[in-house]
């Protein structure tokens, strides 16, 4: 099972069974961390887990071993309300539903982009590459 599948598997919802809103979340996750991405591609994000006193977290999703989880409220700290409100916007998710659904993805979708168990020198790609590699068979 690809990363798409089982990050839609994640996202499961019979009151948000639309592709499209599931489809613009994964966008909304990938643009975390794409180099290009709105909080300066996956060192940016390691750096507001570290800032919010959880870069333990983000570093075991990174690194080699099993992944700490993150709840939908230090996910929120880590991001702050008014990201939370613009990915809701964007997908017509509530920004509880957002940070709940985005602590389930997050942690897989870092652990597949840095499977040396780093973060590769250039970063894991511009949100072009990122969408193409993750939604390559939806074109």
């Known amino acids: 099972m690809g990363l798409l599948d089982r990050a839609f598997d994640m996202l499961e919802d019979n009151h948000f069974p639309l592709l499209d809103s599931r489809t613009r979340l994964l966008q909304a996750a990938l643009s975390l961390v794409a180099n290009n991405g709105q909080a300066g591609g996956l060192h940016g994000l ?4 570290q800032e919010a006193g959880l870069g333990n977290v983000i570093q075991s999703w990174i690194a080699d071993g099993p992944n700490i989880e993150v709840s939908a409220g230090e996910l929120q700290q880590v991001l702050g309300e008014g990201h939370l409100q613009q990915i809701a916007e964007e997908t017509g998710y509530a920004e509880p539903d957002v940070a709940r659904r ?5 942690p897989d979708l870092v652990d597949q982009l840095t499977p040396e168990g780093r973060i590769p020198r250039g970063g894991v790609g511009n949100m072009s590459a990122l969408l193409d590699h993750f939604m390559g068979g939806f074109h």
């Not at 390691?46 to 887990?49: A, C, H, L, M, P």
């Not at 985005?102 to 997050?106: E, I, N, Y």
């Open 102 to 106: 985005l602590s389930a993805m997050l």
């Open 46 to 49: 390691v750096e507001r887990f």
